[in-house]
Antibody, heavy 119, light 109 residues
Framework: EVQLVESGGGLVQPGGSLRLSCESS????????MHWVRQAPGKGLEWVSR????????TYADFAKGRFTISRDNAKNSLYLQMNSLRVEDTAVYYC????????????WGRGNLVTVSS | QSALTQPPSASGSPGQSVTISCTGT?????????VSWYQHHPGKAPKLMIF???KRPSGVPDRISGSKSGNTASLTVSGLQAEDEADYYC?????????FGGGTKLTVL
């Protein structure tokens, strides 16, 4: 089955760190750009970051620059998001998303993983 | 990196048509034909409905359509059905980033 499964979320205090993982199955991860997208409670979707199929190109949303790091291990069929200096406003469901790099759309989404930043 | 602008809500009766707008700028929606639309039922993974402004992925019915004029893209759902009730988000390529709209809650009356 073609799917993405996120893990690693949970409760963390402001200023803390968390590493999200995303395991892919049913397709060749190394052929795709991958993204992280988040949704805060009661809010809309918000793009976080993207990484090229071979990891050679990475971009971040302004709020993520300097705090979040996206990475991938194609041999392990996995995508990661290291989040440091977390803020209350980073509380959200984080989705691992497969991207189409020709037409820039998202064609496969994980179910999401909740990150709660609270004291 | 401002979000694209969508109306917060839209509604229609079964069988009717509803159009949801998505307004950006010349450096995102207006600058590229890379606008896509997603249907999101809370608690589930979002689903791609339209890509490249007006292309439907396999499995999406032809009563779902997309268009664009200038800096505004639109999603039209014709022949409304109960299962169409969901949140809808537009997205656009914006060069070094990707943008989403704030989402529109579609209610089938």
């Amino acid at each position: 089955e073609v799917q993405l499964v996120e893990s690693g979320g949970g409760l963390v205090q402001p200023g803390g760190s968390l590493r999200l993982s995303c395991e892919s199955s049913g397709f060749t991860l190394s052929s795709y750009w991958m993204h992280w997208v988040r949704q805060a409670p009661g809010k809309g979707l918000e793009w976080v970051s993207r990484i090229k199929s071979d990891g050679s190109s990475i971009t971040y949303a302004d709020f993520a620059k300097g705090r979040f790091t996206i990475s991938r291990d194609n041999a392990k069929n996995s995508l990661y998001l290291q989040m440091n200096s977390l803020r209350v406003e980073d509380t959200a469901v984080y989705y691992c998303v497969r991207g189409n790099w020709v037409y820039w759309y998202f064609d496969l989404w994980g179910r999401g993983n909740l990150v709660t930043v609270s004291s | 990196q401002s979000a694209l602008t969508q109306p917060p809500s839209a509604s229609g009766s079964p069988g009717q048509s509803v159009t949801i707008s998505c307004t950006g700028t010349s450096i995102d929606v207006g600058g590229y034909n890379y606008v896509s639309w997603y249907q999101h039922h809370p608690g589930k993974a979002p689903k791609l409905m339209i890509f490249n402004v007006d292309k439907r992925p396999s499995g999406v019915p032809d009563r779902i359509s997309g268009s664009k004029s200038g800096n505004t893209a639109s999603l039209t759902v014709s022949g409304l059905q109960a299962e169409d009730e969901a949140d809808y988000y537009c997205s656009s390529f914006a060069g070094s980033s990707m943008l989403f709209g704030g989402g529109t809650k579609l209610t089938v009356l």
